[in-house]
């Protein structure tokens, strides 16, 4: 079973940077990591994924040039930093867990989640103001 907790959301002026962490625990060796996000009356959307290894990483075209994810394996975190931020990236944070064979690519990981097996964390809020 994989548990995932998310910390670092809060409230910045647009402009400014806050940089995310997910602890990660349970067998994620085989697994894609990622960021999700979903703001009010809108749906969950796809933000920055990151491979097993963490050698390969795609972020959303909105957000390419302004956030960046990693993780670090041996410690058992997934990070997303996110600078020049924007009204528009107000929203609750997700980080999330699946098997890599479940995909195609890394691509796949990030526009098309498969709800029925992806692990979710609790969420942590995003607020930027204008």
């Known amino acids: 079973q994989v548990q995932l907790v998310e910390s670092g959301g809060g409230s910045v002026q647009a402009g400014g940077s806050l940089r995310l962490s997910c602890a990660v625990s349970?067998?994620?060796?085989?697994?894609?990591l990622g960021w999700f996000r979903q703001a009010p009356d809108k749906e969950r959307e796809g933000v920055c994924v990151?491979?097993?290894?963490?050698?390969?990483?795609y972020c959303a075209a909105s957000v390419r040039d302004r956030f960046t994810i990693s993780r670090d394996n041996a410690k058992n975190m997934l990070f997303l930093q996110m600078n020049n931020l924007k009204p528009d990236d107000t929203a609750m944070y997700y980080c999330?867990?699946?098997?890599?064979?479940?995909?195609?690519?890394?691509?796949?990981?990030?526009?098309?989640?498969?709800?029925?097996?992806?692990?979710w964390g609790q969420g942590t809020q995003v607020t930027v103001s204008s």
């Open positions: 999330a867990a699946d098997r890599e064979r479940a995909y195609a690519n890394i691509v796949e990981w990030l526009r098309n989640p498969k709800y029925q097996s992806v692990f």
């Open positions: 349970g067998d994620t060796f085989s697994h894609y």
């Open positions: 990151i491979s097993p290894g963490g050698g390969a990483t």
